[in-house]
Protein backbone atom coordinates (compact mmCIF):
# COMPACT_ATOMS: atom_id res chain seq x y z
CA UNK A 1 0.00 0.00 0.00
CA UNK A 2 1.26 3.53 -0.95
CA UNK A 3 -0.13 7.10 -0.11
CA UNK A 4 0.05 9.71 -1.28
CA UNK A 5 -1.50 13.70 0.28
CA UNK A 6 -1.60 16.55 -1.29
CA UNK A 7 -3.45 19.69 -1.11
CA UNK A 8 -6.55 19.23 -2.51
CA UNK A 9 -6.42 21.21 -5.58
CA UNK A 10 -7.21 20.85 -9.59
CA UNK A 11 -3.11 21.45 -10.37
CA UNK A 12 -2.59 18.12 -7.80
CA UNK A 13 -4.48 16.08 -10.62
CA UNK A 14 -1.49 15.63 -12.84
CA UNK A 15 0.52 14.82 -9.40
CA UNK A 16 -1.99 12.18 -7.80
CA UNK A 17 -2.26 10.66 -11.55
CA UNK A 18 1.20 10.08 -11.94
CA UNK A 19 1.27 8.95 -8.55
CA UNK A 20 -0.96 5.66 -9.28
CA UNK A 21 -0.12 5.67 -12.63
CA UNK A 22 3.79 4.21 -11.39
CA UNK A 23 1.79 1.91 -9.42
CA UNK A 24 -0.23 0.98 -12.41
CA UNK A 25 2.86 0.33 -14.87
CA UNK A 26 4.80 -1.87 -12.07
CA UNK A 27 1.79 -4.43 -12.17
CA UNK A 28 1.78 -3.97 -16.35
CA UNK A 29 -2.05 -2.58 -16.15
CA UNK A 30 -3.73 -2.99 -19.46
CA UNK A 31 -3.39 0.28 -21.41
CA UNK A 32 -7.62 0.50 -21.32
CA UNK A 33 -7.85 -0.12 -17.46
CA UNK A 34 -4.95 2.62 -17.00
CA UNK A 35 -7.21 4.90 -19.03
CA UNK A 36 -10.50 4.33 -17.22
CA UNK A 37 -8.44 4.69 -13.95
CA UNK A 38 -6.71 7.83 -15.00
CA UNK A 39 -10.59 9.22 -15.79
CA UNK A 40 -11.89 8.02 -12.32
CA UNK A 41 -9.14 10.23 -10.98
CA UNK A 42 -9.51 13.20 -12.65
CA UNK A 43 -13.16 12.79 -12.02
CA UNK A 44 -12.94 11.98 -8.03
CA UNK A 45 -9.81 14.30 -7.65
CA UNK A 46 -11.43 17.17 -9.19
CA UNK A 47 -14.74 17.28 -7.00
CA UNK A 48 -12.41 16.97 -4.04
CA UNK A 49 -10.39 19.85 -5.46
CA UNK A 50 -13.66 22.00 -6.64
CA UNK A 51 -16.12 21.08 -3.45
CA UNK A 52 -14.75 19.20 -0.79
CA UNK A 53 -13.10 22.94 1.45
CA UNK A 54 -14.62 25.32 -1.28
CA UNK A 55 -13.47 27.97 -0.77
CA UNK A 56 -10.60 26.95 1.36
CA UNK A 57 -8.04 24.35 0.58
CA UNK A 58 -7.31 21.31 2.27
CA UNK A 59 -5.49 18.54 1.78
CA UNK A 60 -6.25 15.01 0.11
CA UNK A 61 -4.76 12.00 1.03
CA UNK A 62 -5.05 9.02 -2.39
CA UNK A 63 -3.92 5.12 -1.62
CA UNK A 64 -3.05 2.91 -4.07
CA UNK A 65 -3.30 -1.28 -2.56
CA UNK A 66 -2.84 -4.06 -4.85
CA UNK A 67 -4.88 -7.19 -4.66
CA UNK A 68 -4.56 -10.81 -5.70
CA UNK A 69 -6.91 -13.40 -7.11
CA UNK A 70 -8.45 -11.83 -9.19
CA UNK A 71 -5.37 -9.05 -9.53
CA UNK A 72 -7.24 -5.42 -8.64
CA UNK A 73 -6.31 -1.90 -7.85
CA UNK A 74 -8.12 -0.60 -5.15
CA UNK A 75 -7.50 3.54 -5.19
CA UNK A 76 -9.09 5.36 -2.08
CA UNK A 77 -9.76 8.95 -1.72
CA UNK A 78 -9.89 10.82 1.84
CA UNK A 79 -10.50 14.17 2.66
CA UNK A 80 -12.06 16.07 5.69
CA UNK A 81 -14.19 18.38 3.30
CA UNK A 82 -17.96 18.85 3.96
CA UNK A 83 -19.29 15.39 3.77
CA UNK A 84 -20.16 14.38 -0.03
CA UNK A 85 -21.35 11.10 -1.01
CA UNK A 86 -21.41 11.19 -5.15
CA UNK A 87 -22.62 7.72 -5.51
CA UNK A 88 -25.37 9.19 -3.57
CA UNK A 89 -26.36 10.99 -6.82
CA UNK A 90 -29.06 10.31 -9.15
CA UNK A 91 -27.48 8.58 -12.48
CA UNK A 92 -28.51 11.79 -15.46
CA UNK A 93 -30.56 10.09 -18.07
CA UNK A 94 -28.21 9.54 -20.81
CA UNK A 95 -30.85 8.99 -23.82
CA UNK A 96 -32.05 12.21 -23.65
CA UNK A 97 -30.10 14.95 -25.72
CA UNK A 98 -27.38 16.75 -24.36
CA UNK A 99 -29.80 19.92 -24.39
CA UNK A 100 -32.28 18.50 -22.47
CA UNK A 101 -30.15 16.87 -19.93
CA UNK A 102 -29.63 18.41 -16.40
CA UNK A 103 -25.93 19.40 -16.33
CA UNK A 104 -23.64 17.08 -13.58
CA UNK A 105 -23.67 13.89 -12.75
CA UNK A 106 -22.19 12.46 -16.04
CA UNK A 107 -18.24 12.23 -14.33
CA UNK A 108 -19.33 10.40 -11.60
CA UNK A 109 -21.80 8.13 -13.53
CA UNK A 110 -18.92 7.26 -16.26
CA UNK A 111 -16.66 6.00 -12.90
CA UNK A 112 -19.81 4.05 -11.78
CA UNK A 113 -20.02 2.39 -15.16
CA UNK A 114 -16.09 1.85 -15.77
CA UNK A 115 -14.89 0.53 -12.13
CA UNK A 116 -15.94 -2.96 -10.69
CA UNK A 117 -16.78 -1.52 -7.39
CA UNK A 118 -17.22 1.63 -5.52
CA UNK A 119 -18.04 2.59 -2.06
CA UNK A 120 -18.36 5.56 0.28
CA UNK A 121 -18.56 5.90 4.22
CA UNK A 122 -17.94 9.00 5.98
CA UNK A 123 -16.12 8.53 9.51
CA UNK A 124 -14.15 10.32 11.74
CA UNK A 125 -15.07 13.22 10.21
CA UNK A 126 -13.33 11.88 7.00
CA UNK A 127 -14.91 11.64 3.08
CA UNK A 128 -13.51 7.95 2.07
CA UNK A 129 -14.37 6.89 -1.70
CA UNK A 130 -12.78 3.94 -2.57
CA UNK A 131 -12.56 2.56 -6.16
CA UNK A 132 -11.99 -1.03 -7.52
CA UNK A 133 -10.61 -1.98 -10.74
CA UNK A 134 -9.60 -5.65 -11.79
CA UNK A 135 -6.53 -6.01 -14.21
Known sequence: MKELTVAATVENIEMVTDFVNGELEALDCPMKAQMQIDVAIDELFGNIAQ????PEIGNATVRVEVTENPLAVVITFMDNGVPYDPLAKEDPNVTLSAED????????????????ELSYTYENGQNILTIKKRI
Do not use: F, P
Not at 51 to 54: Q, R, S, T, V
Not at 101 to 116: C, E, N, P, Q, S
Open 51 to 54: YAYH
Open 101 to 116: RVAGGLGIYLVKKTMD
